[in-house]
């Protein structure tokens, strides 16, 4: 068993973004398994615990991740991840992984997955409400599937807005507020928001969403008088309903999960997608372990690591 | 961030049963958080995630364990397990422990547990069927709580058996029949049957019986009229619902959950017990993540291990 404390040093964007949108076509086709991940509370955050087995891959594990969003507070970041892998046969423990940086790629892989299949133009001005790391991992990623002409970022704290630019040298990037930030082809969202930040009347016909901060029970970001207009596509619909973008407007009966198109990987997988250039198109994004092993099957290719006894 | 590829060095078999003995509490008082385990099926066995929160001892966190039977057949252990700890107040991880050893001694003061409670006698005739890993385990605490005169151990394999008996050199140990071995105060069943073993009319009035196999659905080991005949007491009901002895007679509608008498948790807190020196009474143990926690905090107490980069 080994432990790779840096493993996402060897691996490009393009090669992330294919390993996610190869796992989001296997759940599309029913061939993962991954039950709902699991929440416990502790201190003012809470910690999730996402195992799963991705065949094709031939990788098996459990992510555990926490969300702390006092912790930059202290000097700790908001999100730390491990992730423990074990062979698929016999079940021995294979490797540990600190996925910290695994959890920024695979995030920002399926908001580009999801950019690629549902937003019909090649070149795009971008929209980011939020501008924190996933943020960045989010835009860089989707940098990959498509043209960015400008970026206009939103953030309720100015320097991290700055700071957000300053990661994209080579792209017009433009602090705006929010509504400013709605006016693009396609809107990533990606805060901790408890209350709805997007208004439904900012969204022009035809834009697509990357809805991906809300990934708790409480937590939203769209008014969900957009949901309803829009059609909307989920990572997996259990976790939609119980901690994504959909879950405070369907717990108080605003939104229902049966209006849901499909899921992202029947969208790879060609049997969904967008009908009508005019309609706008959400993709409700709670993070999948499978994303998780997708990524590690590929960061596991690389040597090296602590060998650490067991059993 | 440390691991420890040998936590249980330090730990005295007292010291875990009084900690098992302490979590069981805190959850029959229900100030525990504890999801039930989930199950992912690998090769031809399964792996189980287990988070919780045990807030007396300060520790959170999440074990990933493995249960393979066929493993021994290429020199492998059929049961691996790693815990990681996460830092209560910001979710940082802390430690990942070798919990192979520590599975074995918390499953078995969880037997040890409910026989000081739910066994009246001081000094017992103790009965096993199956000889394992966690049999041995089980026999090891049971000793700690009661004086044993004599076990009447019953395997499949007969060295299994044998071998059973050389880890007890002070007591009578003596390989039997399955019937043999019901005839005792004090039954473990500690076997990975899928269909029953003891039939109802082996067992005397006043037996206490530990049942400790089944753990997963389809797994069972005690005759269902058995259940009907007795005080059945669980260490967690949807658990115990879910994979534990009862997994099987509830879902044939042989046994309802309804009739289960409460968790050793409540009789640890003295609210519940043995109520007539005749009744059988039996502890369907599934294995809880808090178990594992109490066990593990003894552990950390412990200085040393291999400090990991972590972030």
Redesign the interface.
Known sequence: MR?L?RPEAELTLPLVNRAVEAAFSEHGHGLV?M?PK??????????R?M???LPSAGI???K?V???PD?PL?G??TV?A?L?I????????LA?L?A?ALTDLRTGAAGAVATKYLCPEKSIDLGMVGAGRQAVALARAISVEKEIRTIKVSSRSLSSARRFCKSFPGIDCRVVSPEDACDTDVLVTATPSRVPLIRDEWIADGTHINAMGADAPGKEELDPALLSRARVFVDDLKQAVHSGEMNVPVASGLYHPDRVAGTIGEVVNGLLGRLKREEITIFDSTGLAIQDLAVAALALKQKGG?E????
Chains 1, 2 share one sequence.
């Open positions: 432990y404390a398994q039950p699991l929440y416990v509370t502790i201190g003012t955050g809470d910690f615990t195992p799963a087995y098996a594990g459990v555990v926490n969300v702390h912790n202290i700790l970041p730390m491990l423990i074990l062979d698929v046969r016999t079940g021995t423990p540990i600190n910290t602590i650490l006894q067991f059993p």
